[in-house]
């Protein structure tokens, strides 16, 4: 008995911190900014247990029934959290109260489970053994969790399998438990009917979970969801309406086919105006490979480095028809490598110069992100440079968030670069800004741009780097990476727009 309740143990701790791992990544995806979510769905969680454990005192009867009770009760909610909120986020009038009270029940249930244990192994152990037995397990099952969590269970699971999966863990313990002692327990055929019931339940949602996901998308996207992929580090959703294709990550839209040309125009053709040489060219982001598209209509661009994260965006953008078709293949260009790495080591680590640097990362809504806006990101950027190259970074709308977007600036020129702010209209999303910047002076260099673009023309530029007053410069503070002002300003401004 001892050596099965103590492998329930390991099996509970290993899946209380998966349920915490997926509520909090789930709440990354549907809230952003995931240093705030996991701190408060830690806290949550945390108190909870503490619940969870003062509440075991009043357990004084029948512990192995309620002890698997108890694993049945966490198996099934801890099982179906992920499918419940992915379905509830659009309707629910607090999605965050609904976020917390799950998993407040959660680490609720969580906490009672080791306590329980443990007065059902009070007696069969000296107390000082008792307590170094359990919590050994108890820490080992933790360490398993966080490792295989991000390396194997959510790129290869999802978030949805990977709750069903682990609340079957939950209630197989419970009916292990209740099969090899069913004659000390009461109701053990009741409560043999309730885990297999569950079991199904759980084994249901498990291999449903694709259905359920593209139904929580379908109603959140206006446009039927044709591509969705979870990967380590993001959610790949791609929609199709009547008039056109639209990228997400996280929720967060990306681009629209009717107009991202403006968008990326805009963001390459400025700076290869003002490039003196440009033989050799460094994206920085970009994985849809739109920019690369802007680069290679220049025939003096020998090669193109282009650093993105997610080897699943570079792959989908590769190898799907449509989006080849948008991107023009640039991603399989004899003049273009792909390195999937995190741009802030990779930077550190860059030995080789380069002419021209297109800086298009998604929006600092996270620290994760702000990261790549910092004055320590562009310090190590100044090494890949000489004096003469020019650079170019995506920073957000001047409009919603001008704060955020002088803040761009104003960190660029805390690092010693001169810059040329500038914006355009993207009817997707609005008012849009860029910031050039060069270790040098900035003077154009070239006066034409290459034929057949669709909207930008080299007298188009004097006017885009004309700022009205709702837009003009801001006093703040240079985005370093200790604080991260940058983040606070985006999401300030942002979350005021979108209320």
Not at 180 to 196: C, D, N, S, T
Not at 317 to 326: C, P, R, S, Y
């Amino acid at each position: 008995m001892e050596v099965l309740l103590l492998f329930s143990v390991f099996v509970i701790a290993t899946c209380g911190l998966i349920y915490e791992l997926v509520a909090g990544t789930l709440a990354s995806y549907l809230l952003g900014d995931s240093v705030t979510q996991f701190s408060t769905i830690i806290g949550v969680y945390l108190f909870a247990m503490g619940i969870g454990a003062w509440l075991s005192r009043f357990f004084k009867k029948e512990l192995l029934s309620w002890f698997i009770q108890l694993e049945i009760l966490v198996g099934f909610v801890g099982g179906i959290s992920s499918a419940a909120l992915f379905l509830l986020f659009e309707h629910a009038l607090s999605f965050r109260l609904v976020l917390y009270l799950l998993v407040g029940l959660t680490g609720t249930l969580v906490g009672l489970e080791l306590p329980l244990l443990m007065n059902i192994l009070k007696n069969r152990y000296e107390f000082r053994d008792l307590v170094s037995r359990v919590f050994t397990f108890d820490y080992i099952g933790a360490l398993l969790a966080s490792i295989v969590f991000p390396l194997l269970l959510v790129p290869h699971l999802g978030l949805i399998r990977t709750s069903c999966f682990f609340g079957i863990l939950n209630v197989l313990v419970a009916l292990i438990v209740l099969v090899k002692f069913r004659q000390e327990i009461k109701w053990a055929a009741y409560l043999k009917i309730k885990a297999v019931a569950v079991i199904v339940c759980l084994a249901g949602i498990f291999f449903q979970a694709d259905a359920i996901m593209s139904f929580a998308e379908g109603m959140a996207f206006r446009d039927p969801v044709i591509f969705a992929h979870t990967s380590s580090y993001q959610r790949i959703v791609l929609t199709s309406g009547k008039s056109d294709l639209r990228l997400y990550l996280n929720g967060n839209l990306q681009f629209s086919s009717s107009d991202e040309y403006r968008y990326h125009e805009a963001l390459v053709h400025p700076v290869m105006m003002y490039s003196g040489h440009r033989e050799r060219v460094l994206v920085l982001g970009g994985g849809d490979g739109m920019a690369a598209r802007e680069l290679l209509k220049y025939p003096d661009v020998e090669h193109i480095t282009l650093v993105d994260l997610d080897p699943a965006m570079t792959r989908l953008f590769k190898g799907n028809t449509l989006l080849t078709k948008l991107n023009a293949h640039s991603l399989q260009s004899p003049k273009l490598s792909v390195v999937n790495a995190d741009a802030f080591q990779w930077i550190k680590e860059n030995k080789d110069p380069y002419d021209v640097v297109i800086i298009d990362f998604p929006d600092p809504g996270n620290y994760a992100v702000g990261k790549l806006y910092t004055t320590a990101f562009y310090r190590h950027l100044r090494r890949s440079l000489n004096e003469n190259s020019v650079v170019v970074v995506q920073s957000t709308s001047p409009y919603v968030a001008p704060r955020a977007f002088w803040c761009v600036d104003t960190t660029l020129r805390a690092c010693g670069y001169q810059t040329i702010p500038y914006h355009t209209y993207v009817p997707s999303f609005g008012e849009w800004g860029y910031v050039m910047a060069s270790p040098g002076a900035l003077h154009q260099q070239q006066d034409h741009v290459p034929e057949g673009l669709r909207y930008f023309a080299a007298g188009v530029f004097p006017q885009m780097r004309l700022f009205t007053a709702d837009m003009d410069k801001r006093d703040v503070r240079p985005n370093q990476l200790n604080n991260q002002v940058l983040v606070q300003y985006f999401e300030d401004e942002w979350g005021r727009y979108q209320e």
